[in-house]
């Protein structure tokens, strides 16, 4: 899949401008589109007021989103790129998921809201639903402050992690479209510990180097397409050790396939594209198996 048409969804307090402008790199994997989206909820304006939702603050927040995108789309068209625009009231997931529909965009970028615990579990499940019904990749910033800098562009050295399941073979496939911009790719394969119990040490050494033979053929496929490629196994939790990983590599995301689990089961019973949307410090790209794989 090329990444043609971006959707920039923000809300400015968690998304800004210099974490599009990190991901502009992206032309030189065929980006030529900028769609934002700014959506206000009726719901969550009101709680944030305390004092029920007002027509003249639907009106307010309008033009205050007007006034950035401009500033913001005159930037873009000194660059030569396409911008679209949609300020709309409703439910986050709904319009977000209609703007996909209706300009067919190749790359959703979203940021994770920093809430009180109570906003940041609605919030939060908000963005995960946006992932299992996306059939498009999901970009999900961490939050960042108005005054935050952003070190590097977040596709320059990402970190893949996979199970070697359908999802994962579409994630790398999806790698393999952005030669232009990865320069390198640490891929990682996280060994349950407890897959390891009562066995012997030689068992243990054996299935370390299964899998990293495992790994070493992912990292000749991204060779083959022109992308640098590391192999790492890591014994432990998933989630936890996907995320140190990502440190000690020094990576600028995390990109892993999903394949867009019942909501029960995301909610109770978690999973990994789950604790990268809600928990990761680092910039996390969810690729759907669903996803298109273009030309």
Same mark, same amino acid.
């Given at each position: ?117 109570? *906003?940041? $579990? ?5 963005? +995960?639903?946006?992932?299992?019904? @996306?059939? =498009?990749? &999901?970009?999900?910033? #961490? ?9 590097? *562009?977040? $596709? ?5 992690? +996979?199970?070697?399941?359908?999802? @994962?073979? =579409?994630? &790398?496939?999806?790698? #393999? ?119």
């Amino acid at each position: 899949m090329e990444i043609k048409k971006l959707l920039f969804v923000t809300k400015f307090e968690e998304l800004w401008f210099d974490a599009l402008q990190s991901l502009l790199n992206l032309r030189n994997a065929s980006l030529n589109h900028v769609v934002f989206l700014n959506v206000i909820e009726r719901e969550k304006v009101a709680m944030r007021r305390g004092s029920g939702y007002q027509k003249s603050e639907e009106i307010r927040l309008r033009e205050k989103a007007n006034i950035r995108f401009i500033d913001w789309a005159e930037t873009l068209f000194e660059q030569g790129m396409e911008v679209g625009v949609y300020i709309v009231v409703g439910s986050l997931v709904r319009k977000v998921i209609e703007a996909v529909g209706k300009e067919d965009v190749d790359l959703i970028v979203i940021g994770r809201p920093k809430q009180g615990k109570l *906003e940041q $579990f609605f919030s939060g499940s908000d963005v +995960t639903e946006i992932v299992r019904r @996306s059939a =498009k990749p &999901v970009l999900i910033y #961490k939050h960042l402050s108005q005054d935050s800098k952003f070190s590097g *562009e977040p $596709f320059e050295r990402p970190l893949l992690a +996979t199970d070697w399941m359908p999802a @994962s073979t =579409k994630a &790398v496939a999806y790698l #393999k479209k952005l030669k232009g911009v990865v320069k390198e790719v640490h891929v990682i394969h996280v060994v349950q510990e407890k897959s390891l119990k009562g066995t012997s040490a030689m068992a243990v050494q054996k299935t370390r180097k299964e899998c990293r033979r495992k790994l070493e053929e992912v990292c000749e496929e991204l060779e083959a397409a022109g992308i640098n490629a590391r192999a790492h196994v890591y014994i432990g939790d998933s989630a936890t050790e996907i995320e140190k990983a990502a440190r000690e590599c020094q990576a600028t995301m995390i990109i892993t396939g999903t394949s867009g689990k019942d909501a029960w089961k995301e909610r109770w019973i978690g999973s990994i594209p789950k604790s990268l949307t809600e928990k990761s410090m680092f910039p996390s790209l969810l690729i759907p198996l669903n996803a298109e794989d273009g030309d």
